[in-house]
């Protein structure tokens, strides 16, 4: 068999386990082993499994996920995510469309202590989700506009999607924090734009007026520990005070302190923040597992290095390169979650990017490139026929149906597609602050 051959075998053999509604981790473990057993036999795959699974895990960079999950968990559990909406629609309220846009304001900050994008979408939609059906808003545009906000999760820093392609690459987390930032504050401007103009375009998804509630000291002193969060875990990780794993670790301290000021944590609360986190990382970390295994069962095959050698005789510009793998990514999300795809594809697609010319230095360009990827796994979280986001959000939403809530969902795809290519075109947007830490 050709390897060609065998590694379409084994993708097609991962797809399949997928489809039968195998979970992913399990999926590429089983097809990586089989693979691995085809070509090197049992015991080579015994004595990979023996060292991999230590030499994985006793990373001390891993860390980091579990103290950002428990950080996005306590300020679920704590009540925060409420007041947040409070602020974000006394001040966007007197806008046609204020309330929609408060929502993706709401998730912008929450997200900048969550990063999860499905915590997020979650979370602001169980807040969010009741006053903008009150107020009259439709189905369409409040599960569109809550799954697109939801994105913000893992756009804005702290990102775990961000934090894994950094181990896997090798890079710097806090300059990948940095990236992330004008990207992210772009997104949420598209998004707020989005809105505007659709709720006048297409009549009805919107109330004609809007009651604006005041900005008062209550509502203005709900979003100070959030701002207090940010500002002591990325000036702490900018200023040198710490590293991100211990910026990771404060975060979390600072935002159970935050819940129990707040009086909105209880002991069933605090048990269950720390349950969701050890369900969420061992999650992870199973996954890290199964694309360890299906990654060194291709690496055999030879066909990344084969892939990467013909790319590189078709002649293309690199910045066609990658736009063909940003548009992968979109397919692949189609059918894989993107912890899932970063895994999976970083070992493939990453060394490929590497040895390209794109004018700038190979850790600016391994930074840009992680940023277009983080772009584009978004993208996946909304596009159907899966979109996660917008699933866990019309779930909540029972009275709406899917079709609607992909509808909904068109016009923030519209904004992230031109967000994409604004910063594939221009990589500058995305190192400008990173510039400043080097």
């Known amino acids: ?38 070509q090197t036999g049992w015991h080579p795959l015994a004595e990979f499994l023996n060292t991999q699974a230590f030499a994985r895990f006793a990373s001390y960079d891993l860390s980091v996920i579990p103290l950002f999950i428990l950080m996005g968990h306590f300020a679920t559990q704590g009540g925060i995510s409420k007041a947040l909406f409070g602020f974000a629609a006394a001040v966007m309220g007197r806008f046609k469309g204020g309330l929609a846009m408060a929502a993706v304001l709401a998730c912008a900050a929450f997200g900048a202590i969550c990063g999860s994008s499905v915590a997020t979408a979650a979370t602001i939609t169980n807040v969010a989700l ?16 809550l799954a697109a906000g939801g994105t913000l999760g893992i756009l804005i820093p702290p990102s775990v999607p ?44 919107a109330p004609e007026t809007e009651e604006a509630e005041k900005i008062t000291i209550q509502s203005l002193m709900g979003v100070v520990p959030i701002a207090f969060i940010f500002l002591l875990v990325f ?31 209880n002991w069933a609360k605090f048990k269950q923040c720390f349950y969701s986190t050890a369900e969420s990382s061992a999650m992870i970390f199973m996954i890290f597992i199964g694309a360890d295994v299906m990654n060194s069962s291709l690496a055999l095959t030879q ?10 005789s078709w002649g293309l510009a690199p910045i066609m390169v990658v736009s063909v793998i940003l548009l992968f990514y979109v397919v692949l999300g189609a059918v894989m979650d993107e912890l899932s795809m970063l895994l999976l594809t970083i070992p493939i697609f ?50 709406v149906p899917i079709s609607e ?29 990173v510039k400043y830490l080097t």
């Open 130 to 145: 009741p006053e903008m059906k009150r107020h009259g808003y439709s189905g369409r545009l409040s599960t569109g506009t």
């Open 1 to 38: 068999m050709s390897s060609i051959s065998l590694a379409l075998l084994i993708f097609g053999m991962m797809l399949l386990l997928m489809a039968l509604r195998t979970p992913i981790a399990v999926a590429m473990f089983v097809a990586g082993s089989v693979g691995y057993i085809m």
């Open 405 to 433: 809530s992909y509808k909904g969902v068109m016009p923030f795809l519209i904004s992230d597609t031109i967000r994409t290519i604004l910063l594939l075109l221009f990589p500058g947007i995305s190192l400008w602050l």
């Open 162 to 205: 961000l934090v894994i392609y950094a181990i896997l690459t090798e890079q710097n987390i806090a300059k990948l924090f940095a990236a992330a930032m004008i990207p992210g504050v772009i997104a949420m401007v598209g998004y707020m734009i989005a809105i505007a103009i659709y709720v006048r375009v297409v009549p009805g998804q």
């Open 350 to 399: 990453f060394p490929m990017i590497m040895g390209m010319d794109f004018g700038m230095s190979k850790e600016y360009t391994a930074i840009w490139f992680g940023i277009m990827v983080l772009m584009t796994v978004g993208f996946g979280m909304l596009a159907p026929p899966v979109g996660l986001n917008v699933y866990v959000v019309n779930g909540m939403a029972k009275d």
């Open 235 to 265: 000036g702490g990780i900018y200023g040198g005070f710490f590293t991100p794993t211990e910026g990771a670790a404060v975060g979390a301290a600072s935002t159970f302190f935050a819940a129990l000021a707040k009086r909105e944590i």
């Open 303 to 312: 066909v990344p290095n084969q892939l990467a050698a013909v790319v590189g």
